[in-house]
């Protein structure tokens, strides 16, 4: 903590030597992290009061109307967005007023869910591919309407989270092989979230300077989160070869399975491709850094965890930011893992493609080292 205000004050007092800033920096006052864990608590344990209460008496009374439900939880959601608008109010009693909030908007959500699905008809709506795309629409009109970081950032997983099991229902063609289409689908998922998250980082001074950055930030982290989710999801369950097998008992959506390797690969390559021009690296570089990229790419098809790390990886260090770090070094070691264990492969298959990789990325790195100065490569 010492060493951030240090580094603070030290970034202040060049800014004022440059004459852009004026008078002393404004003090800030920081919570201690036992003081927020406590807080948010006794937001929490709040809450779970409040709603066994509550909400026991709701299902009492109303546990044969639906609709009613579902209009108790509209409700919560809208004290809930009511509590996010007063939990300024003090230190620590704003944590505390936001887990509170946090927690009553999540029930709220359930009740509203489990309400119109009973209205629908019990279980049938779930199975169906069109009440997963209403309830992503349903979390992403609460991410537009509820304008809490936290609040924002489960909302936009539970975006991601209804597409992914509305694409998983529509790709399903038989019960019998209903499992083999979960990294098919996620497959599908994982290298369309990537752009995005590519996206918002390269347009990131952009929409700062318009004022829009807050509004984006929250979404872009749920989604590098589900890209890395997914991706890895399918490293630990795909078969890359399974495209090869050609019996009829084989969906065809259940082939190539190297394909969302492939399409993470291709993000990866076109970020290296925007790095190189805002590097301004001359054309022999530009083109030795894009062959190691889609070489390493090729390689690490099977695994496109990997991939989808390396990419997290580069749009942490292009935003430096340690949170999307932590996340594309965990991808990595985690995909590194799960392929190495997996059966699909023989040893030497695996070992081979691992240390081609390796011996790619030093290469590259050596490459940049000569051609940019020390201080640009990461």
Same mark, same amino acid.
């Given at each position: 903590?010492?060493?951030?205000?240090?580094?603070?004050?030290?970034?202040? @007092?060049?800014?004022?030597?440059?004459?852009?800033?004026?008078?002393?920096?404004?003090?800030?006052?920081?919570?201690?992290?036992?003081?927020?864990?406590?807080?948010?608590? /006794?937001?929490?344990?709040?809450?779970?009061?409040?709603?066994?209460?509550?909400?026991?008496?709701?299902?009492? $009374?109303?546990?044969?109307?639906?609709?009613?439900?579902?209009?108790?939880?509209?409700?919560?959601?809208?004290?809930?967005?009511?509590?996010?608008?007063?939990?300024?109010?003090?230190?620590?009693?704003?944590?505390?007023?936001?887990?509170?909030?946090?927690?009553?908007?999540?029930?709220?959500?359930?009740?509203?869910?489990?309400?119109?699905?009973?209205?629908?008809?019990?279980?049938?709506?779930?199975?169906?591919?069109?009440?997963?795309?209403?309830?992503?629409?349903?979390?992403? %009109?609460?991410?537009?309407?509820?304008?809490?970081?936290?609040?924002?950032?489960?909302?936009?997983?539970?975006?991601?989270?209804?597409?992914?099991?509305?694409?998983?229902?529509?790709?399903?063609?038989?019960?019998?092989?209903?499992? =083999?289409?979960?990294?098919?689908?996620?497959?599908?998922?994982?290298? $369309?979230?990537?752009?995005?998250?590519?996206?918002?980082?390269?347009?990131?001074?952009?929409?700062?300077?318009?004022?829009?950055?807050?509004?984006?930030?929250?979404?872009?982290?749920?989604? =590098?989160?589900?890209?890395?989710?997914?991706?890895?999801?399918?490293? *630990?369950? +795909?078969?890359?070869?399974?495209?090869?097998?050609?019996?009829?008992?084989?969906?065809?959506?259940?082939?190539?399975?190297?394909?969302?390797?492939?399409?993470?690969?291709?993000?990866?390559?076109?970020?290296?491709?925007?790095?190189?021009?805002?590097?301004?690296? +001359?054309?022999?570089?530009?083109?030795?850094?894009?062959?190691? &990229?889609?070489?390493? +790419?090729?390689?690490? %098809? %099977?695994?496109?965890?990997?991939?989808?790390?390396?990419?997290?990886?580069?749009?942490?260090?292009? @935003?430096?930011?340690?949170?999307?770090? *932590?996340?594309?070094?965990?991808?990595? %070691?985690?995909?590194?893992?799960?392929?190495?264990?997996? =059966?699909?492969?023989?040893?030497?298959?695996? +070992?081979? &493609?691992?240390?081609? /990789? *390796?011996?790619?990325?030093?290469?590259?790195?050596?490459?940049?080292?000569?051609?940019?100065?020390?201080?640009?490569?990461?």
């Amino acid at each position: 903590m010492t060493q951030a205000i240090q580094t603070e004050q030290a970034l202040w @007092r060049e800014l004022a030597a440059r004459g852009e800033v004026q008078g002393e920096p404004i003090a800030r006052v920081r919570t201690p992290w036992a003081v927020r864990a406590l807080m948010g608590a /006794a937001g929490w344990l709040g809450a779970l009061f409040f709603q066994m209460f509550f909400l026991g008496a709701v299902f009492v $009374a109303v546990r044969e109307n639906a609709g009613a439900i579902a209009v108790t939880g509209l409700a919560m959601i809208v004290l809930a967005a009511v509590l996010y608008r007063r939990g300024g109010a003090g230190i620590g009693a704003g944590i505390a007023l936001g887990q509170f909030a946090l927690a009553v908007s999540l029930s709220g959500q359930g009740m509203v869910v489990y309400g119109v699905a009973e209205w629908l008809g019990g279980g049938r709506p779930i199975e169906t591919a069109a009440f997963w795309i209403c309830l992503a629409v349903f979390e992403a %009109a609460l991410y537009a309407l509820v304008q809490n970081r936290l609040h924002r950032f489960l909302a936009a997983l539970g975006v991601w989270i209804g597409l992914a099991v509305a694409v998983h229902i529509a790709l399903t063609a038989s019960e019998r092989h209903t499992w =083999l289409v979960v990294p098919w689908s996620l497959g599908w998922l994982a290298p $369309a979230a990537c752009p995005l998250a590519a996206w918002f980082t390269t347009a990131e001074e952009r929409l700062c300077a318009a004022g829009r950055h807050g509004g984006f930030e929250p979404a872009m982290d749920a989604t =590098l989160l589900f890209a890395l989710g997914a991706a890895l999801v399918v490293t *630990g369950a +795909s078969h890359p070869l399974a495209w090869l097998q050609l019996q009829e008992s084989v969906p065809l959506f259940a082939r190539a399975r190297w394909l969302p390797g492939l399409l993470v690969g291709v993000v990866l390559v076109g970020f290296a491709l925007l790095e190189c021009r805002r590097l301004a690296l +001359s054309l022999p570089t530009v083109v030795a850094v894009l062959v190691g &990229t889609a070489a390493f +790419s090729v390689l690490m %098809a %099977a695994a496109p965890a990997v991939g989808a790390g390396a990419l997290a990886l580069g749009l942490a260090l292009r @935003r430096a930011s340690l949170p999307w770090l *932590g996340l594309g070094i965990a991808a990595i %070691a985690i995909g590194f893992i799960w392929y190495y264990s997996s =059966l699909h492969w023989t040893l030497l298959a695996k +070992s081979i &493609t691992l240390a081609a /990789a *390796g011996v790619i990325l030093i290469a590259l790195r050596q490459c940049l080292v000569h051609a940019v100065p020390a201080k640009e490569v990461a």
